[in-house]
């Protein structure tokens, strides 16, 4: 996993002073990279019956449809608001400074599919547990969530609780 890491692009200060951002476009152009990761995510897996993945807006959308394909499962993106053509489900969530919402078509997930979400990082866990109450909503069985990296001092994984999680680097 070191030489994974090795490929993510750290850059202070980004968005904010103080915040250091790990950058994975670095690694999504690196061959090599990405077919470990993608291998590494669905190899984990590989033995679940998993019906369909979701993938959060936007940088879930890189990785969950590969993962769907590599497993023979449905992808459905979760997606900021008014980007879904038709009638949706949405969900609120707090952000560190206010709110911001979520959305999936209503049809998207049918009661009892094994669902498996799939984005790029785990922080604080807000994103995440929106989008896991959006796949209850919607009659889903959550069976797991996965991530490329955790940044394990914010804790995220707390606010999952029940949940198996899954983080292929750990910062």
């Known amino acids: 996993m070191n030489e994974l890491k090795a490929m993510i692009r750290e850059v202070p200060d980004f968005p904010k002073p103080g915040i250091n951002f790990y950058d994975i476009t670095t690694l999504l152009k690196n061959p090599s990279g990405l077919k470990k990761t993608l291998d590494a995510l669905k190899e984990r897996y590989k033995g679940s019956q998993i019906d369909t993945v979701v993938g959060i807006e936007a940088r879930g959308f890189f990785f969950a449809p590969a993962v769907a394909y590599a497993l023979g499962a449905g992808f459905v993106p979760v997606r900021k608001p008014g980007k879904l053509p038709y009638r949706t489900k949405q969900m609120e969530y707090e952000l560190e400074y206010g709110t911001d919402r979520l959305e999936i078509h209503e049809d998207a997930i049918q009661p009892g599919q094994r669902v ?56």
């Open 116 to 171: 498996l979400i799939v984005d790029d990082v785990l922080a604080t866990g807000g994103t995440a547990r929106a989008v896991a109450e959006l796949v209850g909503q919607s009659g889903g069985r959550l069976e797991g969530l996965s991530f490329v990296i955790e940044l394990d001092f914010l804790k995220g994984r707390e606010r999952l609780p029940g949940h198996d999680i899954f983080s292929l680097l750990h910062y």
